[in-house]
């Protein structure tokens, strides 16, 4: 999830825990313990672009990592507030169900997480909610500004706290049934029209939970759709997109190359625009591909020019909006 998603959830899961008068200084400590794991992102100034796709999501988003960070920050809380009544036990339930909520959220975007990293490069990826989802997030962040405006004892504070929690999770459990409902039409549809799906995977699009983004093939190239849970239609129209691994003989020694291949999943295609080679990471989505299904991809790396791939993940997510494409986003997610 997007970084003010985890802050406003983990100051309503501090309030829920501690209520009664210490809730605000919960909600800051909350608000830490669910932002402590992306403590990764210190790790891009001093490494390469490739190097840090890896890292992010990797250690800090560990099983490990919170193993080794809970009991530091419970120990810390626990000298900070003395004198206090709260057991040292309630401070360790506190801080591993944040740090576990964060780790356990980030996997069902498409990015990837290292849940067991050192022990295995496995990344774990539901691909059931879009990295920020206004839907889920506006829950918990009201009730964020809420509850720190209103006094420490309010009586609204426990609603609050649980409008904030409660809510967001209801919707998550909606998204999961949307996630199952458009699988099965699309692998109905790879049935239909014979298209190869060894590997495939479902996504949203941007900001919503309605409009998919499809993604299957194999070692010879991936064919790219989109299907609404609002499609009359049944049908899916799909645009292959070949793989093209023989554009990568010239740099198949490149370190960076080997890096973006195992980031990807094996979900890549290489172009050639103009003198330069592009590698395409699928999982990220086209650039307005629900109009253009010929669309260049959100992410693509230069592979000849690196030093021309700063935010890469984020470059190519909202170029081209404005109110037009808005406005047709919209109208494709109602269904055709």
Known sequence: MDSITHIALGACIGE????????????????????????????????????????????????????????????????????????????????????????FLDGFNNYGVGWLVPFSDVRFSFNTLYVADPFFSI????????????????????????????????????CVTNKLSIDKDVRQQFAEQHIPHQRYFTTP?????????????????????????????????????????????????????????????????VEKWNDTLVFNDLRFGQILGWRNPREKFVFHYFLQHPDNNELIVQRGRFTGWNKEEVLYLLKRVRGN
């Open 16 to 103: 829920a825990f501690f209520e009664k008068g210490f809730g605000k200084k919960a909600m800051l400590w909350g608000a830490l313990a669910q932002s402590i794991p992306d403590i990764d992102f210190v790790a891009s100034f001093w490494m390469s672009t490739a190097d840090d796709l890896l890292a992010h999501r990797g250690f800090t988003h560990s099983l490990l990592f919170a193993i080794l960070i809970v009991p530091i920050m419970a120990m810390t809380a626990e000298k900070i507030h003395r004198p206090h009544n709260i057991t040292f036990k309630k401070w360790m339930l506190f801080f591993t169900a944040e740090v576990l909520m964060h780790l």
């Open 139 to 174: 829950w918990p962040g009201i009730a964020f500004l809420v509850l720190f405006i209103i006094h420490s004892h309010h009586r609204l504070r426990s609603l609050l706290w649980k409008i904030g929690v409660f809510i967001p999770f209801i919707y998550l459990a909606y």
């Open 205 to 269: 699009s941007p900001l919503n939970n309605w409009l998919w983004y499809v993604v299957s093939g194999d070692d010879n190239g991936y064919y790219v759709g989109f299907r609404s849970v609002f499609d009359s239609n049944p049908k899916i129209d799909f645009t292959f997109f070949p793989r093209n691994d023989s554009l990568l003989k010239p740099v198949a020694d490149h370190e960076d190359l080997q890096q973006l291949i195992r980031f990807s999943q094996q979900f890549y295609t």
